[in-house]
């Protein structure tokens, strides 16, 4: 007889190495992806914030399209086009439809494929 209070439980099954893996990898994803998710956002109302005490939140790169066309026999050929200013936000994550400075300042020459 058990005392009163107490709710029979069935035993618990140990878990395998397998489902100890599965679940190791599913919280950690999890994790990982919930981490980005709040860095990004963070990044974002960083941002914001910038723009609505107007400091510096964008700039600018000069960028160089280099235009990639396929020829008929299977080559390409590549055209440089004018320098060209690109605008970007001083940010992690590229927000607003701009791309990151720091990325741009390390890709100035941008493939555009034709």
């Known amino acids: 007889m058990y005392p009163s209070g107490t709710v029979f439980m069935p035993e618990e099954r140990a878990l395998t190495g397998k489902q100890i ?6 919280n950690t994803l999890l994790t ?4 980005l998710a709040v860095v990004y956002v963070c990044d974002y109302l960083v941002l914001r914030i910038r723009i609505a005490m107007g400091r ?3 700039g600018s790169v000069t960028v160089r399209p280099v235009y990639a ?3 008929k026999d299977k080559k390409t050929e590549f055209l440089v086009g004018d320098p060209v200013q690109q605008s970007c936000v001083h940010s992690i994550f590229p927000h607003m ?3 990151p400075c720091w990325y741009l300042e390390r890709h100035t020459e941008q493939r555009i494929d034709m």
């Open 56 to 58: 510096t939140a964008t």
């Open 97 to 99: 439809g701009d791309a």
């Open 69 to 71: 066309v396929p020829q």
């Open 32 to 35: 990982i992806v919930l981490l």
């Open 21 to 26: 893996i599965a679940r190791l990898l599913r």
